[in-house]
DNA sequence: TCATGATATTATTATATCCTTATTTCCTCA
DNA sequence: TGAGGAAATAAGGATATAATAATATCATGA
């Protein structure tokens, strides 16, 4: 009867996915972005997006060679309400503004238009 | 920066933990109560009680013989409202609505009144 | 199709978690 | 004050978790 919620109340009960979560509430972002921004190794933050998976909190898209990872539009209430306030350093909001890597190359590779936030606005199919 | 969130899921992220909240949810129950409804030992409530109680989730308020344990009104809203669509076992209800044993002991040993619903409505101190 | 870079998986280790049994502590009340 | 019951703590073992390093997979573009 609880094994579902205990299942995502575990994962949310660590510091790093936390962290991540904070971070896709900013915008969607690519594995190595995270990596930049995380204290972990590559590996580690592959693992922490696959729970994160796993209990449907995230979701993942393929552009160009980077996987991008986004939170679900279809979140438990309770979760989404949750990640609403989750706060967020002001470094890692100014890095996801300003630095971004992954987004400027792919903008840049496909020859779009400068507006590059039509990567964030991706909606969950 | 997330480790105070992080401890209080990992404290929701265990399914017996879940039940006891649930219970608690219901009305307060005495540990004797709890070790009952649950199918684990008397230690291992203990263990979880404390976990509920660091994370500030439970109080605790002895009554004669027995220790009480109810849910916090001060809560996380996000908790609160989490707790408030907990779903609880209609068997697990009908046995704390009916088989009150140390609530009707503590009743009859004090030789109150037969309204023992006043030990359910304990404020927080 | 092959090389490359991005990500995932595997193997391993250290630590944390959760259970049990045994024991101790702490109230209550005779 | 001391006997008895209720709950907490301690000790120990099995499993889960989270990290790393090493390796494998996979998509892209030349």
Redesign the pocket.
Known sequence: MYKEWSERF?AL?????LHILGLLSVRDA????L?ELL?????????????LKQVGFVR?Y?Q?????YALRTDLPPVIAAFLRDLPVAESDVSWLSTHQV?ISCAAM??GSSTDSSSLLTKSLT
Chains 1, 2 share one sequence.
């Not at 160009?64 to 991008?68: D, P, R, Y």
């Open positions: 575990r009960g660590d510091g790093t996915r690519c594995v190595c972005e990596v204290p972990v190794s590559q590996p580690a933050v592959s693992q922490h997006l696959r729970k993942e393929r160009k060679s980077w996987v991008f992954a590779e496909e």
